[in-house]
């Protein structure tokens, strides 16, 4: 009750929900009920979580963010939602995102902006700025968020929040309306690492829904982080930073957030190390052929007959009301990524660009390969600037694409990174960022070091 007043009393200016659930109460009350009657339940029990709508819900309209999908149904909750709910953990809503997760602004969402609960008029990141306002503004201490290429890390970035995108296929994506199906992840974001760590180990692990679910067994990710609280994890951990990521690009508070955080590790006793990611520059560049490829592929399914809006065109073919709904149900960074994708996959295109792209894919992977061969884990800034002003950069698509320059590279690669707040840049008091990648697998090593450095 006390996050739903939170919600009624600041979510008009902050934005963070699409849709309340009007049963969170009542669910919670069941869990106390449990409680009473001596049912053990997890640490999570009774604790609310904020859902990004990209995640598919019984009882909650999902929209992905898309005027197509107003008020759809779905028949089957998401694998991560399903288990939330077996762990006792209360839906209390779901949050807005950039449609279809291609923005990193949320200001690409079809229901209207978020607005940074830090200074209103500005971005909260994207896709999941709901997710991640909601958790900074108080109105969610959990939250679920996707990342596809930087969507739960450059939020927690630009709220001060902590957020975390496993390993690929660590997280069941069963449920995940898809955007890019080789990149998109399932994660955790919550204001400590601890909380994420918890999080995670309620939504993890196999799916067989999922055809690229691993099979793995999962270390305790909560353990990880507690031990990561308490213990010397930082001492002799080698720390890599990359040669070829200089200033260049970056604000002044963020650079410099940056190199205060390599101090401290240093002074706790890490060793930071030079390393080399000659191909990690091009990760952009590779990330918009291969994403808009998956995606005008995925989003082939949104054509006016099986799922959401429909618009009648009378007399028409099915081709013609096909192409008024998708005109009217999509918006423009949809339509863009669209059309991009279909022309990279075009005959006598798909060498030269979607081909070229993915073997670009495999450099960076190599590089990652090569530079864990040396250290521990590698730390970047989260994101190149901090929170930028509402409508900024709305109307000049590059310079949006270019706030996931660090967080790209690690989904390509399939490799798990994290965010947590490293501080406040001194020019504009704004949150600010660390990101921490490890090997394919090392998620538990994430949540160790996030926490010795929190
Ligand atoms: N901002 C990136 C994009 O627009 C990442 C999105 C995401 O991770 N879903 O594609």
Known sequence: QAHLDRIAAVDGDVHAFLHVSDHAVDVAADIDRRRAAGE?????????????DVLVTTDMPSTSGSKILEGYMSPYDATVVARARAAGLVPLGKTNMDEFAMGSSTEHSAYG???????LDRIPGGSGGGSAAAVAAFEAPLALGSDTGGSIRQP????GTVGMKPTYGGVSRYGAIALASSLDQVGPVSRTVLDSALLHDVIGGHDPHDATSLTDAWPSFAAAAREGATGDVLKGLKVGVIRELDDTGFQKGVSESFRASLAAMEA???EIVEVSAPHFEYGVAAYYLILPAEASSNLAKFDSVRFGMRVNVPGGT??????????AGFGDEVKRRVILGTYALSAGYYDAYYGSAQKVRTLIQ?????????VDVIATPSAPTTAFRLGEKLNDPIQMYLNDVTTIPVNLAGVPGISIPSGLAAEDGLPVGIQFVAPAREDA???????ALE
Request: avoid cysteine; proline fraction near 6%; glycine fraction near 8%.
């Open 366 to 374: 190599r590089d990652f390969d090569e530079a864990f061969a040396q």
């Open 40 to 52: 053990e339940l997890g640490e999570l029990a009774g604790v609310p979580l904020a859902i990004k």
């Open 445 to 451: 090593r994430l949540y160790r070091v996030g926490a």
């Open 268 to 270: 706790a006793g890490a």
């Open 318 to 327: 099915v081709e013609d009301v096909m192409a008024a709904t998708r005109d």
């Open 113 to 119: 902006p978020t607005h940074n609960p830090w200074d």
């Open 156 to 159: 927690a970035h630009v709220t």
